[in-house]
């Protein structure tokens, strides 16, 4: 259980689990969750583009192309039920809408797609990462910090399928 307790002229008080912590924090839980509201609307976002992407390939990398989207759903789908479940456990209420999806029957520009979402969504976590910092939210950073480990692995893998890319 988390508490926040604001006291004029003193900052913020943080009721943990019965353990009451001063902190001058900028970021509030309210912003918190708007911000990981955003991050699982984005996860939405690229299991839907991902799993669009698998169908829509086509020619002769169809096949790899289809495999790795496929592959990386699970994944997506992981970090949307921690952050939905992370957004109620924080006393929030988890968004049902993705990011708009682009779509697009080019091969090379499904990867820059998702190149992108890779690069955003580290960036968002990131971010996301100095809010639970912040708040003093210790397991909540070091899950974001694992989640931008696998965004990061994602983001490479997709960089090394672009590299000295010919159709």
Do not use: C
């Not at 790899?64 to 592959?71: A, H, L, M, N, Q």
């Not at 520009?109 to 969504?121: H, K, N, V, Y």
């Amino acid at each position: 259980m988390l508490e926040h307790i604001e006291r004029p002229g003193i900052g913020t008080r943080t009721l943990l689990y019965g353990r009451l912590e001063e902190a001058n924090v900028a970021t509030s839980m309210e912003t918190l969750l708007k911000g990981l509201n955003l991050d699982l609307a984005a996860e939405y976002q690229a299991i839907i583009s991902y799993r669009l992407f698998a169908s829509l390939a086509s020619g002769p990398y169809r096949n790899e192309i289809r495999e790795f989207f496929e592959e990386e759903i699970p994944d997506e789908l992981s970090h949307a039920q921690f952050l939905a479940d992370k957004i109620v456990a924080l006393g929030g209420t988890p968004t049902a809408e993705p990011l708009p999806v682009k779509i697009t029957r080019d091969n090379r520009e499904m990867l820059e797609i998702a190149l992108q979402g890779e690069t955003d969504t580290i960036a968002r976590y990131e971010e996301r990462v100095a809010q639970a910092d912040e708040l003093k939210l210790t397991a909540l950073k070091v899950r974001l910090e694992d989640l931008i480990v696998d965004e990061t692995e994602h983001k490479e893998e997709i960089e090394r399928r672009l590299h000295n890319w010919k159709e």
